[in-house]
């Protein structure tokens, strides 16, 4: 794989990345971790507007689906582990030709969320890194997953009348790992935590409990669940452990348990930035370290050769986050570099 990249925007300490498409038109997102903007680009990477300037720490940018008119959900208020107290889910919309933010629901330490569709009814599912923080490193009080039915109509919530979040998963430490994984009845949850992997389905029907299920003892920062190797089976690949520099890939086996397959011998400090893509038919994992050498490297499966290959994008950046999209035939990779600042966009080709 060959990569050219090119920086489209600088936004200290930038971080979450998303695609939004309103008026028409499909936008890149990437917003700020620390107290800065959210910025709008064209698919060739033109700054087209800044939805708002602060107040920032926003670790999660997602549309809402199927929504009358457009809608972003976003995180706001987490700053860092440490100081996330005050986060919160708020809503934006346009009106009258400017940005409208509404909040969702205060949610302290809310870091990661997601919308499962399952046999026809969405839900909104969020993640908390922790409970509470008395001091700098406090790991005391875990985290939990969060849910609520997708509201139809979310314009009638507010800071007054919030969305009431239940709890459905509870003692999950360092609760920093999440994805929306299908499979043939529709999606679920799989978060990575210090207590290990854990998938989240909804109850069957109205009377019926939520499914959390763990499915790898390992401490585990983010991962993917995707089939890696084209076998037909989900492998599961791990950042690990919190924040941590290791890279590893686990089959799962006929009784069910997984075994590892694969693991990086070079280490990827503060592992972070994550995203599965199918490109041509092959799946990639596209990971990025924001500590040490800054690599963001992807990661694929060369039947071939019969091992995991890799391919270095970039150095020196420090993506926190990433994700891939098209246009036309071209495939690309949009990355906020929060260690230098930088959001940039990678052109791929596969070689």
């Known amino acids: 794989m060959k990569a050219e990249k090119r920086i489209i925007d600088r936004i200290d300490k930038c971080y979450a990345v998303t695609e939004f498409i309103y008026n028409g038109e499909r936008r890149l997102l990437c917003s700020a971790e620390g107290k800065g903007p959210c910025?709008?680009?064209?698919?060739?990477?033109?700054?087209?507007e800044t939805l708002w300037r602060e107040p920032g720490?926003?670790?999660?940018?997602l549309q809402l689906p199927d929504a009358a008119q457009p809608v972003l959900l976003a995180i706001q208020g987490f700053f860092s582990p440490d100081n996330a107290a005050g986060g919160k889910l708020v809503y934006y919309y346009r009106k009258d030709g400017r940005w409208i933010c509404e909040t969702l629901c205060e949610l302290p330490f809310v870091h990661r969320f997601g919308i499962v569709e399952r046999r026809g009814k969405k839900h909104l599912v969020a993640s908390t890194l922790k409970s509470a923080s008395a001091f700098d490193g406090d790991w005391t009080c875990p985290?939990?997953?969060?849910?609520?039915?997708?509201?139809?109509?979310?314009?009638?919530?507010?800071?007054?009348?919030p969305l009431q979040m239940q709890p459905i998963c509870n003692g999950l430490y360092k609760n920093h790992g999440f994805c929306i994984n299908q499979d043939t009845e529709g999606s679920y949850a799989v978060v990575g935590t210090d207590n290990g992997v854990y998938t989240i389905f909804p109850p069957e029907d109205s009377c019926g409990e939520w499914s959390c299920e763990r499915i790898l003892d390992v401490p585990v920062s983010d991962m993917l669940y995707q089939d890696l190797d084209g076998d037909g089976e989900?492998?599961?690949?791990i950042l690990t452990p919190f924040h941590g520099e290791d890279v590893k890939i686990f089959k799962k086996?006929?009784?069910?348990?997984?075994?590892?397959?694969?693991?990086?011998?070079?280490k990827?400090?503060?592992?972070?930035?994550?995203?599965?893509?199918?490109?041509?038919?092959?799946?990639?994992?596209?990971?990025?370290?924001?500590?040490?050498?800054?690599?963001?490297?992807?990661?694929?499966?060369?039947?071939?050769?019969?091992?995991?290959?890799?391919?270095l994008i970039d150095k020196g950046a420090g993506a926190a986050n990433c994700m891939v999209f098209r246009e036309n035939k071209e495939v690309r990779l949009l990355a906020a570099n929060r260690e230098t600042d930088e959001v940039a966009v990678y052109s791929l080709l596969l070689s």
């Open 234 to 237: 989900k492998e599961l690949l």
């Open 143 to 161: 985290g939990r997953v969060w849910t609520a039915p997708l509201p139809k109509n979310i314009f009638q919530y507010d800071r007054l009348h």
């Open 253 to 266: 086996e006929e009784n069910g348990s997984f075994v590892k397959v694969y693991e990086r011998e070079k």
């Open 39 to 48: 910025n709008a680009y064209d698919l060739q990477g033109n700054l087209v």
């Open 268 to 311: 990827l400090p503060f592992a972070h930035a994550i995203w599965g893509e199918t490109i041509e038919d092959r799946a990639f994992a596209f990971l990025g370290g924001r500590g040490g050498e800054r690599e963001l490297i992807a990661i694929s499966y060369d039947e071939k050769k019969g091992e995991y290959t890799e391919n």
């Open 57 to 61: 720490g926003v670790m999660t940018l």
